[in-house]
């Protein structure tokens, strides 16, 4: 059972950066790797629905929302098994819990998710 687990989270002022992390472990088959799954970036505004943000394949393709893009980078080391959302210029309405999900089967959005963290609180406030 592949377990995800979020950091990096924290309190930003408007414009500034964060770069949340992603650590995978539990892989069941020896040389598996997080390569091997498409990771996916969430997050959860209060009040609102969770929403997709940054997405990277297992083929390395990426993909980003629009509210994000040019701003937000997704990116993924498989020899630490960690994926990374870096995210730059943040913006009030960027604040929320950010979870990190994963997914061997591909889907919309980069993959068909089964694993989950259980988030990290980004605050985007003067």
């Known amino acids: 059972q592949l377990q995800l687990v979020e950091s990096g989270g924290g309190l930003v002022q408007p414009g500034g950066s964060l770069t949340l992390s992603c650590a995978a472990s539990?892989?069941?088959?020896?040389?598996?790797?997080?390569?091997?799954?498409?990771v996916g970036w969430f997050r959860r505004a209060p009040g609102k629905e969770r929403e997709g943000v940054s997405c990277i394949s297992k083929d390395g393709s990426t993909y980003h929302v629009d509210s994000v893009k040019g701003r937000f980078t997704v990116s993924r080391d498989g020899a630490k098994n960690t994926a990374y959302l870096r995210m730059d210029n943040l913006k009030p309405e960027d604040a929320g819990v950010y979870f990190c999900?994963?997914?061997?089967?591909?889907?919309?959005?980069?993959?068909?998710?089964?694993?989950w963290g259980r988030g990290t609180q980004v605050t985007v406030s003067s």
């Open positions: 539990g892989f069941t088959v020896s040389g598996l790797t997080l390569d091997y799954y498409g």
């Open positions: 999900a994963a997914g061997e089967r591909p889907g919309v959005m980069c993959a068909v998710y089964d694993y």
